[in-house]
Structure formats: structure tokens, C-alpha cells
Nanobody
Framework: QVQLVESGGGLVQAGASLRLSCAASGRSFSGDAMGWFRQAPGKEREFVAAISRYSGTKYADSIKGRFTISRDNAKNTVYLQMNSLNTEDTAFYYC????????????????WGQGTQVTVSS
């Protein structure tokens, strides 16, 4: 059974950093694009970052320069390093994966995790 399990969320103050992890299981995801989305209360889910099977990256403009996505294929894990967090980053963060980078980025990826909460206080 394929699973994506996020971890690393929490409550931090503005300006702090967090690193989210997404551990995949059930099969190797080294050939898949993997990424992160987030959904804030009362808002639609939005794309945050993605990394291709070749480690090419794509970021949302709102987090560019503050967040970094990376992957460790040996651990079947993707990470999201989040620096200089602000209150607008408060959201539920979801990990996703798909064989197609395009499908992943548009939010129609095949695999999704259950999410982890990130709360940034002022």
C-alpha cells in the first residue's frame, strides 16, 4: 500500500524555521515528481513547491527565496525547509507525488499525504 506521511509541523514564532518531511512507502518514488501544497483556513489549497525526478525545482512566488525543497531517494523522502516564516504561512501542509511533474504542480497528483499543521504566531 502506497503511503505518504508528513511530519515536522508545529507552532513557531514569526521569523523561525521548520523542516517538513514526507516519507513515502509502498514503492520507490525516485522516478516521481514530489511536492508540497498547503491549505489555510477558509482558502483553497495552493501549490508550494515541487521537485522533479531529476531534482529540478519549481516554487510558488509567495515562498520563493524562503523555502527549499529537496529529496533523498535512498530514504524515499522529500523535504521542505521553511525559513523566515510569517503568519501567512500558517496552513495545513500536504505532500504529493505523481509520475508527471505537470500533474503534480496543477494539483492533480495521484498520491497525497494526510498533512501536517504549521502555525506561525506573530
Amino acid at each position: 500500500q502506497v503511503q505518504l506521511v508528513e511530519s515536522g509541523g508545529g507552532l513557531v514564532q514569526a521569523g523561525a524555521s521548520l523542516r517538513l518531511s514526507c516519507a513515502a512507502s509502498g514503492r520507490s518514488f525516485s522516478g516521481d515528481a514530489m511536492g508540497w501544497f498547503r491549505q489555510a483556513p477558509g482558502k483553497e489549497r495552493e501549490f508550494v513547491a515541487a521537485i522533479s525526478r531529476y531534482s529540478g525545482t519549481k516554487y510558488a512566488d509567495s515562498i520563493k527565496g524562503r523555502f527549499t525543497i529537496s529529496r533523498d531517494n535512498a530514504k524515499n523522502t522529500v523535504y521542505l525547509q521553511m525559513n523566515s516564516l510569517n503568519t501567512e504561512d500558517t496552513a495545513f501542509y500536504y505532500c504529493a507525488a505523481d509520475t508527471s511533474m505537470w500533474e503534480l504542480v496543477r494539483g492533480t497528483g495521484n498520491y497525497w499525504g494526510q498533512g501536517t499543521q504549521v502555525t506561525v504566531s506573530s
